[in-house]
């Protein structure tokens, strides 16, 4: 069966640069959530888009801004890159019209920040 | 507050022991919960969830969860434990925002099963 997608696998970005993380949700899921895990740390969660709108929004800086497109994949841009922004990202898809959405997670794309 | 504690860090249990890994909440409602499994340099994989009906939800790999409503729990079990079970464990719970749904999620516990 189809899985969630993130692109690229791993990154390596320099301090004060920018970076752009991709998710590609299952098919036919029209919500995508992003989170964010440190080292050691439980995932939080950043943002999430229904039907290419934004649905909830948590602990986004304001340096990072994401869109979910036509095609529902989704898009995490990261500004002004700083040390602790190295973390692993996931994004994880559901079918809102679901009683309960369950969540499905990408494998993550690990963004270390030099 | 709406909460998900996970009091251990880190479970130690014998290869072909049971385990329990425990995860306690704090919502209003009915709570919606789930348990996730993260293995080292892979994302996380879902486990089980409980949503309604019986107390007892068996899952993934072996794995069962007890929703215990006066005690607020939902701990992850197993009858005997395999070495392969050796990962990281997050307990989340649903939550409602406006007419969207959040995941809140406890910090994780390390299960390490010992030959």
């Known amino acids: 069966a189809a899985g969630v997608i993130q692109s690229p696998r791993h990154l390596i970005k320099e301090k004060r640069e920018t970076a752009t993380l991709k998710c590609y949700p299952i098919p036919r899921h029209d919500t995508v959530y992003w989170y964010q895990q440190g080292p050691g740390q439980d995932p939080q969660f950043l943002i999430s888009?229904?039907?290419?709108?934004?649905?909830d929004k948590g602990s986004i800086p304001d340096r990072f801004s994401a869109q979910q497109f036509s095609d529902y994949h989704s898009e995490l841009n990261m500004s002004s890159l700083e040390l602790g922004d190295s973390a692993l990202y996931f994004c994880a898809s559901s079918l809102q019209d679901r009683a309960y959405n369950e969540q499905f997670f990408g494998p993550g794309t690990r963004l270390t920040v030099l | 507050a709406q909460s998900v504690a996970q009091p251990e860090d880190q479970v130690n249990v014998a290869e072909g022991n049971p385990l329990t890994v425990k995860c306690t909440y704090s919502v209003s409602g009915n709570p919606y919960l789930f348990w996730y499994v993260q293995y080292p340099n892979r994302g996380l994989q879902f486990l089980l969830k409980?949503?309604?009906?019986d107390n007892l939800v068996k899952g993934s790999y072996g794995f069962e969860a007890e929703f215990n409503k006066s005690q607020t729990s939902f701990h992850l079990k197993k009858p005997s434990a395999l070495v392969s079970d050796s990962a990281l464990y997050f307990c989340?719970?649903?939550?409602?925002?406006?007419?969207?749904?959040?995941?809140?999620w406890g910090a994780g516990t390390k299960l390490i099963i010992k030959p």
């Open positions: 409980y949503i309604t009906g």
């Open positions: 989340a719970v649903r939550i409602s925002m406006d007419s969207n749904y959040q995941l809140i």
């Open positions: 888009f229904y039907e290419k709108m934004q649905s």
